[in-house]
């Protein structure tokens, strides 16, 4: 291919999920509605951790981790969808498209990360109470939440700059919501393979290898539950991982199978819905689901509205 056609774009313009007016305004409220929620959600977990002595433990340090992914990642992604709802030239800038993607990411793979981290506190809970304490101490949290932050941020920093050093022609037009990876990969006009090869390998490493280290924590889990004898014995011990349980179902789901197989994967609509999902109903539903199934957050919610209470009723008389 001529030098002449290897030409850099300066910009590139999101298709989005429609261009008819009103499906974008109806879409705009709806996902700023979305959007509200999930950070309002997220920060109020993190303040209640935050302020409630009784859920300064691993687990909920880990929660804290979770949700500030959360907020980091729909912030990464909903805001500039909002404003192109309602902007009539619906574009991005290179550099901003490039931040984008990095930051989408790196903060989906840190969330897979973390979330084997976590798995593996529950494992430790359940299978070794005993020593629970004297594994989950404070340095080795810190580790695996670094080893998440630090893995997620280098993976992305390589796919990063592998992608937009491929030469883009002239196609600018992303038929996404998004800077998504393999959105922007199928612009180039050189041969992906080795792109595409790349994408597979870092999700066995961020995707497969946390899926089934939380895989095999669970059957480990599972085994050791089915040993209790008694049957309230059973519901406690389940009930302690019934929350992360949920949220992995929901965070690993058909993410594997979109990134995979990249060349083979999902449709480009299909691709725009579960970058949707991620980006918006499941940083919503995480802090939701930690609250209505958890009993703790769900007493530590009470206290604390009861200490509002009271002060309200102080400042009234």
Same mark, same amino acid.
């Given at each position: 291919?001529?030098?002449?056609?290897?030409?850099?774009?300066?910009?590139?313009?999101?298709?989005?999920?429609?261009?008819?007016?009103?499906?974008?305004?109806?879409?705009?409220? &709806?996902?700023? +509605?979305?959007?509200? +929620?999930?950070?309002?959600?997220?920060?109020? @977990?993190?303040?209640? *951790?935050?302020?409630?002595?009784?859920?300064?433990?691993?687990?909920?340090?880990?929660?804290?981790?979770?949700?500030?992914?959360?907020?980091?990642?729909?912030?990464?992604?909903?805001?500039?969808?909002?404003?192109?709802?309602?902007?009539?030239?619906?574009?991005?800038?290179?550099?901003?498209?490039?931040?984008?993607?990095?930051?989408?990411?790196?903060?989906?793979?840190?969330?897979?990360?973390?979330? /084997?981290?976590?798995?593996?506190?529950?494992?430790?809970?359940?299978?070794?109470?005993?020593?629970?304490?004297? *594994?989950?101490?404070?340095?080795?949290?810190?580790?695996?939440?670094?080893?998440?932050?630090?893995?997620?941020?280098?993976?992305?920093?390589?796919?990063?700059? *592998?992608?937009?050093?491929?030469?883009?022609?002239?196609?600018?037009?992303?038929?996404?919501?998004?800077?998504?990876? &393999? /959105? +922007?990969?199928?612009? /180039?006009?050189?041969?992906?393979?080795?792109?595409?090869? /790349?994408?597979?390998?870092?999700?066995?490493?961020?995707?497969?290898?946390?899926?089934?280290?939380?895989?095999?924590?669970?059957?480990?889990?599972?085994?050791?539950?089915?040993?209790?004898?008694?049957?309230?014995?059973?519901?406690?011990?389940?009930?302690?991982?019934?929350?992360?349980?949920?949220?992995?179902?929901?965070?690993?789901?058909?993410?594997?199978?979109?990134?995979?197989?990249?060349?083979?994967?999902?449709?480009?609509?299909?691709?725009?819905? @579960?970058?949707?999902?991620?980006?918006?109903?499941?940083?919503?539903?995480?802090?939701? *689901?930690?609250?209505?199934?958890?009993?703790?957050?769900?007493?530590?919610?009470?206290?604390?509205?009861?200490?509002?209470?009271?002060?309200?009723?102080?400042?009234?008389?």
């Amino acid at each position: 291919m001529g030098r002449d056609n290897q030409t850099w774009v300066s910009e590139f313009i999101l298709l989005g999920l429609s261009s008819d007016w009103d499906t974008q305004v109806s879409l705009f409220v &709806l996902f700023l +509605v979305m959007y509200v +929620v999930t950070m309002l959600g997220n920060c109020l @977990i993190v303040l209640l *951790i935050r302020l409630d002595s009784r859920l300064h433990t691993p687990m909920y340090f880990f929660l804290t981790n979770l949700s500030l992914v959360d907020v980091s990642y729909a912030t990464s992604i909903v805001p500039q969808l909002l404003a192109h709802f309602l902007a009539e030239h619906k574009a991005i800038p290179f550099r901003s498209c490039a931040a984008q993607l990095f930051f989408s990411l790196a903060l989906g793979g840190i969330e897979f990360v973390l979330l /084997a981290g976590m798995a593996y506190d529950r494992y430790v809970a359940v299978c070794d109470p005993l020593r629970y304490s004297a *594994i989950m101490h404070r340095g080795q949290c810190a580790r695996l939440a670094i080893i998440s932050w630090a893995s997620g941020s280098i993976n992305s920093l390589m796919q990063t700059t *592998i992608t937009f050093q491929l030469p883009m022609c002239t196609n600018k037009f992303i038929d996404h919501i998004s800077c998504e990876l &393999l /959105a +922007v990969v199928r612009l /180039a006009c050189v041969d992906t393979s080795s792109n595409e090869v /790349a994408i597979m390998v870092s999700s066995i490493l961020l995707l497969m290898t946390p899926f089934c280290l939380v895989l095999l924590s669970y059957i480990r889990i599972i085994s050791t539950i089915l040993k209790i004898q008694s049957r309230e014995g059973r519901r406690k011990a389940f009930h302690t991982c019934a929350s992360h349980l949920t949220v992995v179902a929901l965070c690993y789901g058909t993410t594997i199978f979109t990134y995979i197989q990249p060349h083979s994967g999902p449709s480009v609509l299909q691709e725009k819905l @579960i970058s949707l999902f991620y980006a918006i109903l499941t940083p919503m539903l995480n802090p939701m *689901i930690y609250s209505l199934r958890n009993k703790e957050v769900k007493e530590a919610w009470q206290k604390l509205l009861g200490k509002f209470s009271g002060l309200t009723s102080k400042l009234a008389t």
